[in-house]
């Protein structure tokens, strides 16, 4: 039996839905939603984004899918087995002033993560210049340790970056020949250190530890299970935060704290709440559901953030099918006609939408 529900979008938010097989064979509906906020200056109340950043069906690059990170990860997967926060930003030195070295802060509920960041350096004669003095610089791999050499030699946790055995950045506008961002305590000064690639954006899939996850491909996999996903796959493939950005769950009330990563110099704030609710309405019921954020997106330099959910279900057999999804509160009768397969109708010409209800939650 396959999917065939409708998804009736009574909010400012996104949505959108998508059918996949799970490695058992079964089809998995998959419900995802994508609500931002913004708050347009520092210090301004985050209020519902005129434009909504959207449902990613595919991944988003930086620049050129094959030499960039991820500004954005496809949001088709069923299930996360934590919360995650990436952060898409700018290192903005104190009031403008030129710097050559400054550290950059995130902090949302137990995460609390510090990065250095410092200016353009060569090779020359043996060891590292002295950092170039910078006003702005971009937080991505491109720019961490890392990268893919000419002759092939990959440093697999980050072949997008710079520094490893010398090799340049992928992104040919980067003109650095060491790392722009590290973890503080690990400096890269010379060739022969091997410190962890740091950044607040997504991990590629491809990438060193998260790939680990992705289950076995072999030709016994060939054989038996192509094309579904291996037996083995572990869920938490499906992160693409670095594990120090990953946290049990969000609870809706987060104060976050961001550090360097705007031009005021500190951006503090409490994560919105969505509560408009979701009604899965099968043959036989009606079911809510609460819209749990499972990714929060932080873009500083947009002053926007984005709360991603999802619920998935798989197909059962002789079970009551799922026929609608409402997301937003609406009357009972419009609820009770969709039950019943009838046509709402209001003498005053309402929708069912009850535009009195908030949404979200500062």
């Not at 893919?148 to 003109?175: C, I, L, M, Y």
Request: aromatic fraction near 10%.
């Amino acid at each position: 039996m396959a999917f065939n529900v409708w998804l009736e979008n009574r909010t400012p938010f996104a949505s959108a839905t998508h059918v996949q097989a799970n490695a058992d064979g079964q089809e998995v509906f998959l419900a995802m939603f994508s609500a931002s906020f913004e708050a347009r200056e520092q210090g301004a109340e985050l209020k519902p984004a005129d434009e909504q950043l959207p449902v990613a069906l595919g991944d988003v690059p930086f620049g050129d899918p094959a030499l960039s990170s991820n500004r954005y990860e496809a949001d088709i997967v069923a299930e996360k087995p934590t919360a995650e926060v990436i952060v898409n930003g700018t290192a903005h030195s104190p009031k403008g002033n030129p710097v050559r070295e400054m550290q950059v802060g995130l902090r949302i509920g137990g995460v609390q993560k510090v990065l250095n960041v410092l200016g353009d350096r060569i090779f020359d004669a043996g060891s590292y210049s002295a950092p170039h003095p910078f006003r702005i610089m971009p937080i991505v791999y491109e720019r961490a340790y890392g990268g893919t050499t000419p002759d092939g030699k990959v440093e697999r946790r980050n072949p997008v970056g710079v520094g490893f055995h010398h090799a340049p950045s992928a992104d040919p506008g980067v003109k650095t020949q060491a790392p722009n961002v590290t973890y503080p305590g690990e400096p890269f000064l010379s060739p022969a250190d091997r410190p962890r690639p740091a950044g607040f954006g997504a991990l590629g899939r491809s990438w060193q530890p998260r790939i680990g996850y992705a289950g076995t491909y072999d030709q016994a996999w060939i054989d038996t299970q192509w094309p579904l996903p291996p037996k083995d796959f572990d869920s938490r493939y499906n992160l693409c935060a670095p594990a120090d950005q990953q946290m049990p769950q969000f609870n809706g009330r987060e104060d976050v704290s961001l550090v360097g990563l705007t031009p005021t110099g500190r951006w503090d704030f409490r994560l919105p709440r969505v509560v408009a609710p979701l009604r899965l309405i099968f043959d036989d019921r009606v079911e809510e559901r609460a819209f749990r954020a499972d990714t929060v997106i932080i873009e500083p330099d947009l002053w926007r953030v984005t709360l991603k959910a999802r619920l998935s279900l798989v197909t059962r057999r002789n079970a009551p099918a799922l026929r609608e999804i409402v997301f937003g509160h609406v009357s009972p009768v419009l609820l009770s006609a969709l039950r019943k397969r009838k046509t709402y109708l209001n003498p005053l010409g309402s929708d069912g939408t009850l535009h009195h209800r908030p949404v979200w939650q500062p």
